[in-house]
Structure formats: structure tokens, C-alpha cells
């Protein structure tokens, strides 16, 4: 008696080896199709000069090439760093202050759920219907904000918030993106600081240490990796910025070029100016300096850790 | 039961796929024509064609924004559902590139021999074939309000108002003596946009042509803001439409009627530069004012606009649907007809243009509207128009608001501006290389 007298396994009806990769098929079709082939079809397009019909040329890198040294494209990219760090700046500084509070063990805030629900709403309400919303309300001949500060005395005569300085559009549009933002990365921040270990603050408090004290050696160190984390996921999403410029502008990235952003400026070239191979080549310049931007942020972040 | 409900749902969705599919027209079965068009207008011609012939015909109109769109996706899978297709002139190009509009040669001579020229010349490729035709022409004009015209300058006469608009400099200087009179010359300074091509097209030979007409245009648009010779009411505002009929706030930009302070200072809008259809939204639009415009020449003869017909290449009823291009086009019965129909349009046939010529229209105070429009036409230089002009002439407009706006001089914002034609179309040589 041995093994190679055993009987053949029998598969019976409710035997699931197979099944696992059947109801995986209906995803990994989806993915492909919609997700791999639209990518690999656009880094194709980006060394031809596809123009969304007839037929394409081959230009091997002249769209890269093109891309690297363009102008418009790298003041597109800076206007889009411009707001995402002042947007970044109000959403960390934000939701830090109120994590801070919602925390403080001598004030002990009541309401904290109802107040995070209350705080994520903005994150929750799609881009067109905010870019409308603050588009009506920073009109500078009759939107509310300026007829408020007019009324209270603040200023003297209507800012042209959206019209008048680049400056100025710029810290609007980083000021509706923190307050979209701020509620996400104050649950996250939240989630962090309810993760430190209570036994920290209580030997502070008996060594005597204050609340400032407290905050700055204790509960900042051990943020660190969550507001890394909050910072390279908002880096991120901060690159590809479109909507909201691009709707509060009135499609056109005025004033001047100052709410011209990099996605902007490949949607252009794409759908306006109908050079599908060279906003291609863009797509993938920007995919190219986001994974740079992601992988050292992930590098110092694993640094400070060990 | 589980497997039951399983089955019952799959069941269910599988009739729901099939019923996405089916339901858009299918072209060619019984002799039916397909059209995918982008203005209403075809739907009257599509239902005389039936008058006249007996054949079915299905019009679908498109918005504007979306007809390229729909047309470079179905027709760039080859689809021969649609029978009948049309474009803008700024779309025609991109159609004629993309292989879209079928060769109407056999019309050539007709074509030729019965179209106002600049029709026939936008209806032919780069390589000279002719593959769309139009039912009508959209010259331009300088639609003027007579009352204030006697008032200000002592004539309405279209030939004196023409001598005020011939030139930027007499623009200026017509927008100052109004201002004095307390009226504004313009709606905004937009409408000099039509002048833009007044001397030279914006590429010629591979090179940008910033012509002294050019700049000329763009220190009258300067001009005319920072001096507030306009009422800054945008076209298409609220404001804008209401001003035909009478005063209007000034500054009153797209702010809807009933958000307007009564107690602004008011203006009143002297002239709409506009092609020969702006005439007819004027008329809709004036009000008891009905009857107190006239049409005058403005710094050049430009056209806007105008709906060109075609054949779909992919098409598998061609012979059918070049008999309705040609219907709509090219016979002289049904020009007349939509002529009457349309009480404003101008077609595109000389012959009719001509038999109509002493019609005098009661709403331009008894003007020959059709013998004016016949010769703007007859003059438009269509070799001016170019494939880049849409996206150059928005870089300019915005350079002008730069400088209209004190955002920047007017060497910075030209700078700026050649930048951005080089960004876009890296090809063309500017004044910074």
C-alpha cells in the first residue's frame, strides 16, 4: 500500500478551488479595460501627434521634449504649487488647532462626533456646486462677502477677489481647498492623537510640564507620521488641482494666468487646442515628478520613524 | 429560492443592457435620412424636402459645445448611422481633416457659378475639394440705433454712421462725442473683436501677423474701457438684451434684471457689431425701439457663423443625402422659400439675393437690409480666415483684458501673448523668436 495506490481525488460540486478566480474575473476585466488599456493607450499617444482624429505621426520624444521646455507648462506647475501650499498650511494649521482642542484634557470638549460630522460636510459637497457657491459669493459687484464687510465697515469699496490680483485668486482657491479638506484631515489627526498613549500626558501633567510644554513635546513628535501622511496624500491630490480653478475662473484661468493650473493646462492643450499627443506627454511629465514627489516624502518619512 | 432570485435578477439586467442598445436612428432602411445638426433650421428644411419628395428625413440637433464632440466620437469609429452632418467654419477644417464630409465635386460648378464666394471658398478643403455647402450667409454690420444717431451726429444715414466706424481711430473718436452725449458706443469692448482680421490673417506663411491694425484694435479696446465709453454690459447678458429695447444700468455685466439697482446711472446702447443674424435678435429684442435701427459698415466686412452642410463619408445612403445638400443649398425655389420663411436670414444664392435686393425691412427703419448684406458678403476676403484663429484670437482677447484690467503694460502682455501662441502652436514663428 502507497501513495500511487491512493484513489484519485474526487471534485465534488461544492469544491471552491476555482470559484476564487471566477468572481475575480468581472474586477480584473473592469481594470483592465478601463483602467491599464486607457493608460497604456495615452503613453502611446504621447510620442505621436494625435489631434483626437485622422490619423497620427510618430514625433518619438519631441512631446517630452517639449514639455520639459515649456513655459507655460512649468508657470502652470507653479501656480499649482502656490495654492496647494496655502491651501496645505490652512488644512494642517486648521485641523491641528482643533485637534488640539477636542483633545485638551482640561477643557474635556463635549460633542466631538457631532463636530467631526459637522467638519467633514465640505468634503462631502461636489467641486462644481462649491467653485458656483464661492463664485457667487466673492462676486465683487454683489456677493455677500463683500456686501458683509462693506456693511461692518471693513472696507471701503468692493474687493475683486476673483478678478483683480493673481495673488489674491490664488488664496482664494487655497482657502475653498482647506475648507473642503480641513474636516478630512482633522478626523485623521483626531484618529492620531487618540492613538498616543494617555500615560505620556500624565507624567507630563505630574512633572509639571504646561499645556504648550505638552503639545510641543509629546503630542507634535508622535503626529509627526500622521501629518506626513496627511501632507503626501494632499501633495498628491494638490498636483492634479483642476476643478475648482478651472470652474471659479470661468474656464479660462484668469486672471491673467494665475489660476492656471498643470492639469489645467493639459486639459487645454487636450479638448481646447485638440493636441491630444502633447497633453498625453504631459500627463506623464506630471505622473513622472508625483512619484519623485511621493517616494521621497515616503523615504523621509520612513527615516524619521526609524 | 436563492437560485431563483439570482436567476430573476440576472435576468433582469440583461434586459436592461439590451434595451441601451437599439433606439438611435438606423440610417438608410426605406430611403429614411439621417441629420445631425447643430442649429434648428434644418428641421423646416427637412420638413419641405419631405413636402417635396416624399422621403423621410430625422433631424437631431445638437448644442454648439457638444457637436464636436458627438461627431469626432461616431464618426471616428467610421459609423455610417448618420447621413448628413454639418459644422461652423471654425469646425470645418478639423471635418475636412478627419475625413468626415464626403467630396461634393459633382456641385462644384453649380456651386461656383450660384454661391456668394466666401460660401463656396469655406465649403473646399486644403486641397481644393469642395465638401460643404450653406443655405446662407452671416455678413457682418454695425447695427445702429438712428434716434441717437440724428441726435448725436445730426443723420442716421448709413453712409455717414459707416464713415464713424471706418477705421479704430474714428471708433475712438465716435465713443468720446457719444460719451459727451451720455450714451455708450458698445455693449463691451468685445465687439471690436469682429475687426480683428481687418488687413491680414493672424499666420500667413508660418509667421504671426501683428499688424499695425492689430495694434491699432488694441488700443482702441484700451481705450474704450479705461474711459468707460462702454456700458460693460457683456453680449448675451441680461442687461445686454434689455438695452435693444431701451436704457440699461451701466456696469451692469451679467447680473440678471431684477438683481439691478434702480437707482444706477443708466445709458443707452448706440450700436451691436454683430453678424447679419445678430439683426434678427435685435429685431426680436427692440421692442418699441422695433424700427429705429439701421445697418451700417463697420472697419472691415467680416462674416460669423453659418451652419455648412455636408455629406458623412461613412455614410450608406450618399446619393440620397447629396440630393438634400443639394436641395438646401443650391436651389434657388427653396432659397426664396427660406427667405419668406425665415423673415431675416440671408441665403447664400446671388440670384435671390439679387431678385430681393429692393426689399425694404420696416424693423431697420425701411432699409435694403438684403442689398447691404449681398454686398458685405459679396466683399468678405475669406483667404483671411485661418484654422488658428480661434484659439490666437482668445490668447489676444485675453492679452487685451490684461492691459484693459492695468494687470499688465501693453509690451508685457504682448510678450505673454506670443509666449502662449508659441506654447500652443510651437510651429509658428512670433515677433520673440
Given amino acids: 500500500m502507497g501513495k500511487k495506490n491512493a484513489p484519485a481525488k474526487h471534485r465534488g460540486p461544492n469544491d471552491v478551488d476555482h470559484y476564487g478566480a471566477l468572481f475575480c474575473i468581472p474586477f480584473v476585466v473592469t481594470f483592465l479595460v478601463f483602467s491599464v488599456y486607457p493608460v497604456l493607450r495615452t503613453f502611446v499617444m504621447s510620442f505621436t501627434d494625435y489631434k483626437g482624429y485622422g490619423k497620427a505621426d510618430l514625433v518619438m520624444l519631441d512631446n517630452y521634449t517639449r514639455a520639459l521646455t515649456d513655459p507655460l507648462f512649468w508657470e502652470a506647475f507653479v501656480n499649482t504649487l502656490k495654492m496647494w501650499g496655502i491651501n496645505i498650511v490652512l488644512q494642517l494649521g486648521l485641523a491641528l488647532l482643533l485637534t488640539v482642542l477636542f483633545n485638551d484634557m482640561k477643557y474635556r470638549m463635549k460633542g466631538l462626533s457631532l463636530f467631526r460630522a459637522i467638519f ?13 457657491l464661492f463664485k457667487t459669493l466673492l462676486d465683487w459687484q454683489y456677493g455677500s462677502v463683500n456686501q458683509v464687510l462693506l456693511k461692518a465697515g471693513l472696507i471701503s469699496a468692493p474687493i475683486n477677489w476673483l478678478g483683480g490680483s493673481g495673488a489674491t485668486a490664488q488664496a482664494v482657491v487655497g482657502v475653498v481647498g482647506a475648507w473642503m479638506w ?14 498616543i498613549s494617555r500615560d505620556y500626558y500624565e507624567a507630563a501633567t505630574i512633572d509639571g510640564a504646561g499645556r504648550w510644554k505638552i503639545f510641543a513635546c509629546i503630542t507634535m513628535p508622535l503626529l509627526r507620521p500622521i501629518m506626513m501622511y496627511v501632507a503626501i496624500t494632499s501633495l498628491i491630490g494638490g498636483l492634479q488641482l483642476f476643478d475648482i480653478p478651472y470652474l471659479i475662473s470661468g474656464t479660462k484661468g484668469q486672471p491673467g494666468r494665475s489660476l492656471y493650473t498643470a492639469v489645467f493646462y493639459l486639459f487645454n492643450m487636450a479638448f481646447t487646442n485638440r493636441q491630444m499627443g502633447y497633453a498625453a506627454a504631459i500627463a506623464f511629465v506630471l505622473f513622472a515628478i508625483i512619484a519623485v514627489c511621493s517616494f521621497v516624502a515616503f523615504r523621509l518619512m520612513n527615516q524619521k520613524e526609524d | 429560492m436563492k437560485r431563483i432570485i439570482s436567476l430573476a435578477l440576472a435576468a433582469v439586467m ?9 433606439s438611435s436612428s438606423q440610417a438608410g432602411g426605406d430611403n429614411k435620412l439621417v441629420v445631425w445638426t ?3 433650421d434644418l428641421k423646416d428644411f427637412a420638413a419641405y424636402y419631405t413636402e417635396q419628395t416624399g422621403v423621410e428625413v430625422e433631424v437631431t440637433v445638437i448644442a454648439p459645445a457638444d457637436y464636436p464632440t458627438k461627431i469626432n466620437t461616431t464618426l471616428g469609429s467610421r459609423n455610417g448611422d448618420v447621413d448628413v452632418i454639418v459644422g461652423e467654419p471654425q469646425m470645418l477644417a478639423d471635418f475636412y ?20 464666394d466666401y460660401v463656396y471658398e469655406a465649403g473646399k478643403d486644403e486641397d481644393g475639394v469642395l465638401r460643404a455647402l450653406s443655405y446662407q450667409v452671416t455678413p457682418g454690420s454695425v447695427i445702429y440705433r438712428r434716434d441717437l444717431a440724428k441726435e448725436v451726429f445730426g443723420t442716421d444715414d448709413p453712409a455717414a454712421i459707416s464713415e464713424k466706424f471706418s477705421t479704430f481711430g474714428a471708433i475712438r473718436q465716435t465713443a468720446a462725442e457719444l ?11 468685445g465687439s471690436l473683436r469682429w475687426f480683428a482680421n481687418a488687413d491680414a490673417p493672424w499666420v500667413q506663411d508660418g509667421t504671426l501677423q501683428m499688424t499695425d491694425s492689430r495694434l491699432n ?3 482702441a479696446a484700451v481705450d474704450l474701457y479705461q474711459n468707460e465709453y462702454v456700458a460693460f454690459a457683456p453680449e448675451w447678458s441680461a442687461a445686454w438684451y434689455a438695452s435693444m429695447a431701451g436704457s440699461l444700468p451701466v456696469n451692469a455685466g451679467w447680473a440678471a434684471l431684477d438683481e439691478l439697482d434702480a437707482n444706477a446711472p443708466t445709458t443707452q446702447i448706440f450700436s451691436y457689431v454683430m453678424p447679419s443674424w445678430g439683426a434678427v435678435i435685435i429685431r426680436d429684442n427692440a421692442e418699441e425701439n422695433k424700427g429705429n435701427f439701421g445697418v451700417a459698415k463697420g472697419v472691415c466686412s467680416f462674416f460669423g457663423g453659418g451652419t455648412f452642410i455636408g455629406v458623412n463619408e461613412f455614410s450608406k445612403n450618399q446619393e440620397e443625402a447629396k440630393k438634400f445638400v443639394e436641395f438646401c443649398t443650391l436651389n434657388e425655389d ?5 427667405l419668406e420663411k425665415s423673415d431675416g436670414d440671408v441665403v447664400a444664392i446671388e440670384s435671390v439675393l439679387e431678385a430681393n435686393k429692393d426689399y425694404e425691412n420696416t424693423s431697420f427703419g425701411n432699409q435694403k437690409t438684403y442689398e447691404f448684406f449681398a454686398n458685405e458678403a459679396a466683399a468678405v476676403d475669406y483667404s483671411l480666415v485661418t484654422r488658428y484663429d480661434t484659439a490666437i484670437g482668445d490668447a489676444f482677447g485675453q492679452a487685451i483684458e490684461a492691459v484693459q484690467k492695468g494687470e499688465k503694460d501693453k509690451e508685457t502682455a504682448l510678450n505673454d501673448f506670443y509666449q502662449e501662441v508659441k506654447a500652443v502652436y510651437p510651429e509658428i514663428k512670433t515677433p520673440i523668436d
Fill in chain 1, 182 to 195: 480641513f474636516g478630512n484631515s482633522f478626523i485623521l489627526l483626531m484618529a492620531g492623537v487618540q492613538g
Fill in chain 1, 120 to 132: 467633514y460636510l465640505p468634503n462631502l459637497i461636489a467641486c462644481t456646486s462649491v467653485a458656483f
Fill in chain 2, 179 to 189: 460719451d459727451a452725449a451720455g450714451y455708450s458706443i458698445f455693449g463691451d469692448t
Fill in chain 2, 14 to 22: 440583461c434586459l436592461s443592457l439590451a434595451a441601451c442598445g437599439g
Fill in chain 2, 217 to 219: 484694435y488694441l488700443d
Fill in chain 2, 97 to 116: 481633416d478627419a475625413g468626415f464630409f464626403a467630396d461634393l465635386s459633382e456641385f462644384d460648378a453649380q456651386a461656383s457659378e450660384k454661391l456668394v
Fill in chain 2, 38 to 40: 447643430l442649429a434648428e
Fill in chain 2, 334 to 338: 427653396v432659397a426664396q422659400w427660406w
